[in-house]
């Protein structure tokens, strides 16, 4: 007897917020193959405010586990599959340096299709992992919040790639 076993991939729904966002430099591992499946749902912004930080002498930004305090932070929604979500972890030093932690977010456009789902209103509210973390140094608090990450902003912080800081450790 020969069964038939349907392709059940499930998905999850991420939150990024600094160089995995379009146009930032880390964005193109979202879209590598060879780390799994990632598709882009919406852009949008927690509902929360948390201490969005550049920090680090490689100016990495963080999302401190801080809810109350910072700014909203805008972002990006992207629906992952196991493997992406695995790259991920390990990409974010999860749980060493960042936890993947649920977050509430208001949509600000729902560009994805969800099947057999309704498209998600500007303005309602939604859930996401994202990645932030309680595993910092004591004076990342009081470092400048934003809330809208940009590798090339107006802080001045140029933000120093993995490969490049893998470079200066050899």
């Excluded at 060879?34 to 680090?56: D, H, M, R, W």
């Excluded at 749980?95 to 303005?123: F, H, I, N, S």
């Excluded at 992992?129 to 090339?152: A, E, I, K």
Aim: charged letters at 25%; glycine letters at 8%.
């Amino acid at each position: 007897m020969q069964v038939r076993l349907s392709s059940c991939i499930l998905m999850t729904r991420v939150f990024v917020y600094g160089t995995l966002k379009k146009g930032q430099p880390n964005n193109y591992r979202m879209f590598d193959s060879s780390n799994g499946k990632a598709e882009f749902l919406a852009s949008a912004c927690t509902v929360q405010k948390y201490p969005l930080v550049i920090a680090t002498k490689s100016n990495i930004p963080f999302l401190l586990d801080l809810p109350g305090q910072g700014s909203r932070v805008r972002g990006e929604i992207y629906k992952v599959d196991d493997e992406m979500l695995d790259f991920l972890d390990d990409f974010e030093s999860c749980p060493a340096m960042y936890q993947r932690t649920l977050v509430k977010l208001e949509v600000e456009e729902w560009m994805g299709e969800e099947k057999g789902e309704e498209k998600p209103a500007a303005g309602s509210i939604t859930e996401a992992f994202v990645y932030s973390t309680n595993t910092y140094q004591p004076d990342w608090p009081t470092l400048p919040c934003y809330g809208n990450y940009d590798s090339h902003g107006d802080h001045g912080l140029e933000y120093e790639t993995r490969e490049s800081r893998d470079r200066h450790s050899k």
